[in-house]
């Protein structure tokens, strides 16, 4: 543990090198002049130092389609309503003292992405040998004010993530943050399951990263779109009305509400090394809608402003957002990889159950067609042949709603397989840790992670199943 260590001369050394790469923004290495616009910042962030032929196409065309055309002096003014838009929670603490919460710094509530650029250029390290007050990530560190704490444990969660949270998060990284939120950006933009730990060549630091893609069922009067867009102006997520699954729909009343399906994907990274890493958190929330969102910043931002770190009884419970609210965020979780562990097993139990809730549905409307039942072909009238026709395209969406659906949740598995592989190599430290008799103990957290794994695995084989059977049906 850093904290137990930090006597020793190679210990001070590398927190020394680690601290003084944390105070440089990205765009300040190698000489590089500052970027004015956000074309030249995306560019700066996305050229690989390894590859001096440019960005790679794949994370060009995604994230700046995606980003563009935000404007950086809007999100620096906060001159416009969509940089001031709640949207995001920062949490920034260090292990000082003898409070089990730490020391930390004042909570803002929940942030705009405005807000959130202003707290992230303020600087991270101000009590280190060589960080001042103006040496901060962002350039507007000596205009922010000075902070009093470190921010050695810093959480930052946003949901919905958007073009101005994204340009927020990159024009404050530092040069080790930038190479890493890279492909973190571009897996969450593009819907893609991944687990993994990524260690660079010269092993100062690493990250620990996850991206669970998922689907959410609900039944409502009006369904929801995604109003965020990809470069290719659909929406970034997609959803589907659940009425094609219905192939008798025209000879019943139609219902107030909507069965409706809809993508979403929480991801998170924690870059850093032993007590002193950043986590940033995105999670998609849209499909709740603002009268029953209970993932979003506002609603914690509720919940936690009456247990103020610094005048809260230490029994009272914080809600820590990347946890879903599951774990009390007043007894922080110092250890990065502990803190992953934990993460990564609140939102696989959330994930398996939001399958399952899916896998359900779809299999409650689809059961009375994977049996007997059979289109009606005798009958040649106009009216007869109408529906027939309207009939098969209702087959044909739902083979292609089901192909797509079952082809999702193998790829998470996948990466929880590959992932399953690393763990003994890098989490080998808590195989032999047990848990207290009040909390859940590092030791515990794999087994826990491996049944929320095979939960997932027999909804895969359930949904496979459906999408058979109605192929069958349809030939």
Same mark, same amino acid.
């Given at each position: ?23 440089? +923004? ?97 600087? !991270? ?109 659909? +929406? ?84 820590? +957002? ?8 007043? !007894? ?35 059961? !009375? ?107």
């Amino acid at each position: 543990m850093e904290h137990s260590v930090r006597g020793a001369e190679g210990t001070e050394q590398h927190q020394d090198f680690t601290y003084s790469r944390e105070k440089l +923004p990205f765009w300040g290495r190698d000489g590089q002049e500052i970027p004015g616009t956000s074309r030249e910042l995306l560019r700066a962030f996305l050229k690989d130092r390894c590859d001096d032929t440019g960005p790679y196409l794949y994370t060009e065309v995604e994230i700046e389609g995606f980003c563009l055309p935000a404007n950086l002096r809007l999100l620096k003014s906060g001159g416009s309503d969509e940089v001031r838009k709640p949207t995001a929670l920062l949490d920034d603490r260090a292990l000082q003292g003898t409070d089990i919460r730490g020391k930390c710094r004042p909570n803002k509530g929940a942030l705009s992405a405005h807000q959130l650029y202003l707290e992230l250029s303020k600087p !991270r390290f101000v009590n280190r040998p060589g960080c001042s007050a103006a040496s901060g990530s962002g350039s507007m560190a000596a205009n922010v004010g000075r902070p009093e704490t470190d921010a050695e444990r810093r959480l930052i969660y946003i949901t919905d993530v958007d073009r101005w949270s994204i340009m927020a998060i990159i024009k404050t990284a530092s040069s080790r943050q930038a190479g890493y939120y890279k492909d973190f950006i571009y897996r969450h933009l593009v819907y893609e399951a991944f687990l993994g730990v990524r260690i660079p060549i010269v092993p100062r630091t690493c990250a620990f990263e996850f991206h669970l893609p998922f689907y959410v069922y609900r039944r409502r009067s009006c369904p929801i779109q995604d109003q965020r867009q990809r470069a290719d102006q659909e +929406p970034l997520r997609s959803s589907w009305n659940l009425d094609s699954l219905d192939f008798d729909a025209d000879l019943r009343p139609r219902s107030t509400l909507q069965d409706c399906i809809y993508e979403a994907q929480v991801s998170l990274i924690v870059i850093g090394f032993e007590q002193s890493w950043v986590a940033l958190s995105f999670v998609d929330t849209y499909c709740r809608g603002a009268e029953d969102n209970r993932e979003g910043v506002q609603y914690y931002a509720e919940e936690n402003k009456d247990r103020d770190v610094e005048e809260t009884c230490i029994n009272d419970f914080k809600m820590d +957002p990347l946890s879903k609210g599951i774990i009390d965020a007043d !007894r922080p979780i110092w250890e990065a990889k502990e803190y992953f562990l934990r993460i990564l097993v609140c939102r696989t139990d959330q994930v398996r159950k939001k399958w399952h809730n899916v896998v359900y549905r779809v299999l409650q409307l689809l059961r !009375r067609y994977t049996h007997s039942y059979r289109l009606c072909t005798d009958d040649t009238s106009l009216h007869r042949i109408e529906r027939f026709n309207k009939q098969v395209d209702r087959f044909n969406e739902t083979i292609r709603f089901l192909q797509q659906l079952v082809s999702q949740l193998p790829k998470t598995i996948d990466a929880f397989d590959s992932f399953q592989k690393d763990i003994g190599k890098h989490f080998s430290q808590f195989e032999t840790l047990q848990s207290s008799s009040n909390t859940t103990g590092p030791g515990s957290l794999l087994p826990i992670l491996e049944n929320h794994i095979s939960g997932d695995s027999q909804s895969c084989t359930h949904s496979s199943d459906s999408t058979q059977a109605v192929g069958e049906l349809h030939h």
